[in-house]
């Protein structure tokens, strides 16, 4: 049984990685940095897997290693600006029926039911509003072309 030699340039190696097998050059297979850097473009996985040969150096299996999908210190930047972030205000609609729940229309004095018919028809109103604003930007954000991020977006 004879072994690979990391500089043996006509002796390929198969290499193992994600369900598939790669036949490259010992020199290449033998070199941990190396065979990251040759993979990396076509298996992003593997410039941080790990490397393991077997005993007759025929065999290198390429494992990545379990990461993160996002999180890291870009995503606890957007956590802590959302908790820093006033309030928003809710559906004006939902916060008036929130505030009348459970009384009696029919009982209310004609003052109460005067105030509550102005609410009502300004609450009716912003939400007209908001209603207009979003199908406005939805349609603008439907009709824009996709565009690459100028960066890597962690966890992808």
Same mark, same amino acid.
């Given at each position: !049984?004879?072994?690979?030699? =990391?500089?043996?340039?006509?002796? +390929?190696?198969?290499?193992?990685?994600?369900?598939?097998?790669? *036949?490259?050059?010992?020199?290449?297979?033998?070199?941990?940095?190396?065979?990251?850097?040759?993979?990396? %473009? $076509?298996?992003?996985?593997?410039?941080?897997?790990?490397?393991?040969?077997?005993?007759?150096?025929?065999?290198?299996? $390429?494992?990545? *290693?379990?990461?993160?999908?996002?999180?890291?210190?870009?995503?606890?930047?957007?956590?802590? !600006? +959302?908790?820093?972030? @006033?309030?928003?205000?809710?559906?004006? $609609?939902?916060?008036?029926?929130?505030?009348?729940?459970?009384?009696? !229309?029919?009982? !209310? @004095?004609?003052?109460?039911?005067?105030? /509550?018919?102005?609410?009502?028809?300004?609450?009716?109103?912003?939400?007209?509003?908001?209603?207009?604003? +979003?199908?406005?930007?939805?349609?603008?954000?439907?009709?824009?072309?996709?565009? =690459?991020? %100028? /960066?890597?977006?962690?966890g992808f």
């Open positions: !049984m004879s072994t690979v030699t =990391p500089n043996d340039s006509n002796t +390929l190696v198969t290499v193992k990685i994600e369900g598939q097998e790669i *036949k490259l050059a010992a020199a290449i297979a033998n070199n941990d940095d190396l065979l990251r850097r040759v993979l990396a %473009p $076509v298996y992003p996985g593997a410039a941080n897997s790990t490397i393991t040969r077997s005993a007759d150096g025929k065999t290198v299996d $390429v494992i990545k *290693k379990a990461g993160t999908k996002g999180g890291g210190a870009s995503t606890d930047i957007v956590i802590s !600006m +959302l908790d820093a972030a @006033p309030e928003a205000a809710g559906n004006p $609609v939902i916060e008036l029926y929130r505030e009348y729940v459970g009384i009696n !229309m029919a009982t !209310m @004095p004609a003052d109460q039911l005067t105030a /509550f018919t102005a609410k009502a028809q300004e609450a009716l109103e912003q939400g007209e509003s908001d209603e207009r604003e +979003l199908t406005t930007i939805t349609g603008r954000l439907a009709k824009r072309s996709p565009i =690459p991020a %100028p /960066f890597v977006i962690v």
